[in-house]
């Protein structure tokens, strides 16, 4: 049972870099999120994707951008990285209303931006 | 301003004992919360949910509590088992988009043996 499955889950990148996280999902979801998880701040909704072909924007866009490639991917990119994107990055997918309707999360990359 | 709120940022509590963690929220379009339990360097998993039709929701040593007109709901863990420290984050919907999901900033609880 993979859930959800995010790479890379270390990463240490230099002001200006730019890196994408991969992040897939085979429970068959329609929905996929992108969250950062900072200290006292909980987890904030970067960018979601409601359906296969469509992304909105989150709390926290800036600075980020999506992709939904297929129903299971959904890649998040960073053009240019700055410090202020140090974060833990999830990746989730949501089950619909007939299965409970929960999250479900990656187990997380780590980033740093030196 | 933070939507979800989860204002004690730890707690402790003797084993067998109960362990209560409170969230307290704005919005009242807010219509399903949920509780997450997450382990250092592994993601959140699911736990127990509510619709805000109800004001209890059981499984097993877990008890979610939901008071509306105080805009606040509590998890009620018992007995608590060393097993259960980790952090605990609550999220509520909003009823406007099901896509949107606001997360409190967590409570790490320890349970002592």
Redesign the interface.
């Given at each position: 049972n993979a859930g959800v499955t995010q790479t890379p889950k270390f990463q240490v990148l230099k002001t200006g870099q730019s890196m994408t996280l991969q992040c897939a999902q085979d429970m068959n979801h329609n929905s996929m999120y992108w969250y950062r998880q900072d200290p006292g701040m909980g987890l904030r909704l970067i960018y979601y994707s409601a359906s296969e072909g469509t992304t909105d924007k989150g709390e926290v866009p800036n600075g980020y951008n999506v992709s939904r490639l297929n129903k299971r991917e959904f890649s998040l990119r960073l053009e240019s990285a700055a410090p202020s994107q140090t974060s833990v990055y999830f990746c989730a997918s949501r089950s619909g209303v007939e299965t409970g309707n929960t999250i479900y999360f990656g187990e997380g990359s780590w980033l740093t931006v030196v | 301003d933070?939507q979800?709120k989860?204002n004690s940022?730890s707690l402790s509590v003797q084993e067998g004992r109960i362990s209560i963690l409170n969230c307290d929220y704005t919005n009242s379009m807010f219509d399903?919360f949920?509780w997450?339990k997450k382990y250092p360097?592994?993601?959140?998993?699911?736990l127990i949910?509510i619709s805000s039709i109800k004001d209890k929701n059981e499984d097993g040593r877990f008890t979610v509590f939901l008071n509306k007109s105080a805009k606040h709901l509590s998890l009620h863990i018992v007995p608590s088992q060393p097993g259960d420290s980790a952090v605990y984050?609550c999220?509520a919907?909003d009823g406007y988009n099901?896509?949107?999901?606001?997360?409190?900033?967590?409570t790490k609880l320890n349970v002592k043996p």
């Open positions: - | 933070q979800v989860q940022p399903y949920l997450y360097a592994e993601g959140p998993t699911f949910s984050f999220a919907r099901f896509n949107k999901f606001y997360f409190g900033s967590g």
